[in-house]
C-alpha cells in the first residue's frame, strides 16, 4: 500500500511541473521578435508588436512590424473566413518589412482572435468591413498618416475590395491576390477546374472525392469540410507544389501565434468558416462595385483555380478605377505572395509602393 502511495505521488511530482508547464504555455499571448539592426542592435525607429484593439465591440489582435514607423502602413487582409495568415506572412514577406509598416489583422474568429466568436451575430460581412473600417482609423491616427496600402488575399480580398469602396480617402492603392469576384460562379468554376485536373492527370482518388462532396454551393453542417476538399483538389496540380510542409511548419514556429492560438488556427476556420460562408450567396462585385475611386493592381495567380483567374480578368476589364494594374505570375495558383514570394515583394515595394508616391502626372494611365 505505502509502495503504491509512493509510486501515485512520485507521479504526481513529475505530473504537476507538466500541467503546470502547459497552463503557463496556454495562457501565452505569444510574442514577436524585435527588429534590429546589422549590428544586432534594436532599430529606434522600428516597431515589431503584437497587440490587441477593440473593433466593432470585441477584442481582436494586430501583428505590426516594420524597420521604421514613418514608413508607409500596409494593412494585410488574410484569407478564410476565420483564417489566419500571420505566420506565412512573416515567413514568406518578411521584407515587406523594409519598405513597410506591415499589420497584419487575425479578423474575428480568427486564431489570436478566436474569443471574438462568442460574439455570433457580428459575423457577417458587413460588421467585418465594419471592423476594418475602424482599423484604418485606428491606424492612421495612431501613425499620424493619411491612408494606408491594402492587401487582401481570397476572402480577404472581398473584404479589400468593399472596404476601397466604402473608405477610399484612407487608402493609397488595393492590392488584390487570389481575387474573389463572384460568389456563385467561383465556386462552381473552380469544382469544373479541379474535374479538368482530375482527368487530366488520371487522378482517380480526386474523381472519387469530386463526387463525394458534389458540386456547390455547399450547405449543412459538413459545408466546410466538402468547400476545404474542393480548395484542396482545385490546389492538387497547380501552382507551386511542395509548399504545403513549409506552409505547416511555419504555422507551428511562429512565436507569434501561442499554444492556444495554434490550437485555435485550426478550429478558427472550422467554426467561422460555416457561420460566414453562407452569407456570400448574393456576392457578385462585378455588379456590387462597378467601380473604385483608388488605384487597383490585381497579382494573380495563372494557375488559380481556386478562385479562378478569369473570373478576377473580367472583374478588371470592367472595374473603373483611376489607375489599374494586372500581373501575372505564371508559377502560382492560389497564392502568389507565398508561391512567388520574392516577385511579389519586388511588386510591392518597387511598384505599388513607387506609383503611390509619384506625382499623378507621372503615372501611366
Known sequence: MERST?????????GLPIVALGARLWASQGSTPRLRDEGGRPLSEG???????????VDQWLLMRGRSIHNPLLLYLSGGP??????????????????FLVVHWDQRGAAKSYAALKDRDGLTVDQFVS????????????????KVFVVGHSWGSILGVLLAQRRPERIHAYVGTGQQVNFLENDTVSHLHAYELAMRYGDNKALALLARI???????????????????????????????????????????YSLRDKVHFFLGLKETFPRVYPRLAGLDLEAQVPRLEVPVWFLLGREDYVTPSEIAVRYFDGL????????????????????????????????????AEARPEALPH
Do not use: C
Not at 471592423?131 to 493619411?146: G, I, K, N, V
Not at 508561391?339 to 515583394?345: S, T, V
Open 6 to 14: 509512493r509510486r501515485i505521488l512520485a507521479g504526481a511530482g513529475v
Open 47 to 57: 516597431i515589431a508588436t503584437l497587440e490587441q484593439v477593440r473593433l466593432g465591440g
Open 320 to 355: 473603373e478605377a483611376p489607375r489599374k494594374t494586372l500581373l501575372w505570375f505564371e508559377h502560382s495558383g492560389h497564392s502568389p505572395q507565398f508561391e512567388e514570394p520574392g516577385r511579389f515583394n519586388a511588386i510591392l515595394t518597387q511598384q505599388v509602393r513607387t506609383a
Open 82 to 99: 476565420g483564417g489566419s495568415e500571420m505566420a506565412w506572412v512573416r515567413h514568406f514577406n518578411a521584407p515587406l518589412e523594409d519598405h
Open 131 to 146: 471592423d476594418a473600417s475602424e482599423l484604418l482609423e485606428l491606424l492612421t491616427s495612431r501613425f499620424s498618416q493619411e
Open 214 to 256: 458534389g458540386p456547390p454551393p455547399y450547405t449543412g453542417p459538413d459545408l466546410a469540410r466538402r468547400y476545404m476538399t474542393l480548395v484542396s483538389l482545385a490546389s492538387r496540380h497547380a501552382g507551386r507544389g511542395g509548399l504545403f510542409p513549409e506552409m505547416l511548419s511555419s504555422m507551428l514556429k511562429a512565436p507569434e
